[in-house]
């Protein structure tokens, strides 16, 4: 079971451009991209699901048998709402199944990875708080009210394994510790937003696709998302034009908060070297 269309994936860190990267990209009227989609989750549920309602049914090999065409099924069904030949599917989970997405598809996965430094990440989620605590308590607040009451414990809190910058951290992480580091393309967000026909280049080359001269002055906001699931107003709202952003975290971190999530970035050695055309260690 197969279709002619290209399946490639978007994953990363929060705040690190993801949303904007989706609306670029459909400038090209080849390109189709999800938001945040559920097609993951779903394909989950049914993987789960089925160990537990075949148990003692079928045969082992028969039982992988039918979920590979089973989520085969529901993947491709997912896309057939459009005619567009290249298929973006965005999810931080991506990185966490590369497993399951290359049985499925039946070949070696590309995600676009975007990434930023994760002091500037953390920073952008303190300001994102302070714009809201005057009006709402957002739902890690409600979990750890105490924990909420330094900056450092804020960040600490944002970079737990089971909260959205610490997942998104490991998932990408433990992607590069698998031996998947020739799947992911690293973008990240500064270098993105400094030159961007550079970066979109880069992600053509990578993907092997003819390249397309995107307007990076006006980009029409087309991917929309679901703020208020998250508890932040304007979370995924991005400008119409791409430009350098100042940094937020030597400001509003602090000396202890940035020693501490000082040496975090471990992607930057696999970008580099990649645009310089050298292996990296990542690659080993």
């Known amino acids: 079971m197969s279709d002619k269309k290209t399946y490639n994936f978007i994953s990363g860190l929060p705040r690190s451009g993801s949303t904007l990267l989706c609306d670029l990209l459909v400038q090209n009227p080849a390109f189709h ?13 049914i993987r789960d699901r089925a160990s537990d309602v075949q148990q003692g049914v079928v045969k082992a090999n028969d039982d ?36 399951m997405a290359e049985e499925i598809l039946g070949h070696p996965i590309k995600i676009l990875v975007t990434v930023r430094d994760v002091r500037e990440v ?5 300001k994102l708080w302070k714009e809201n605590a005057g009006h709402r308590t ?75 001269k995107h307007d990076f002055d006006n980009i029409e906001q ?28 030597p400001i509003s971190l602090g000396e202890q908060a940035t020693a501490m999530y000082s040496k ?9 070297r990649r645009q310089n055309g050298l292996k990296s260690n990542l690659d080993l």
């Open 33 to 45: 991209s999800s938001p945040t989609s559920t097609l993951l989750n779903l394909l989950l549920g």
């Open 64 to 99: 992988k048998e039918m979920v590979n065409r089973v989520l085969k099924g529901m993947f491709y069904g997912y896309f057939s709402h459009t005619d567009k030949k290249v298929c973006f599917d965005k999810s931080r989970g991506w990185c966490h199944h590369i497993e």
């Open 122 to 126: 953390l920073a952008s989620f303190e």
């Open 138 to 212: 957002i739902p890690q607040e409600r979990a750890d009210y105490h924990q909420f009451n330094s900056v450092e414990g804020r960040l600490a809190m944002w970079m737990k394994p089971n909260q959205v910058v610490g997942a998104s951290y490991n998932n990408i992480r433990d992607a590069v510790q698998r031996g998947f580091a020739n799947r992911l393309y690293f973008i990240d967000f500064d270098a993105f937003t400094e030159d961007p026909e550079k970066t979109m280049r880069g992600i053509y080359e990578f993907l092997g696709e003819k390249y397309y």
């Open 222 to 249: 087309v991917i929309h998302e679901k703020d208020e699931y998250y508890g932040f107003d304007d979370l995924h709202t991005i400008r119409p034009k791409i430009e350098p952003v100042m940094m937020k975290w």
């Open 264 to 272: 975090m970035n471990f992607w930057e050695d696999a970008h580099a």
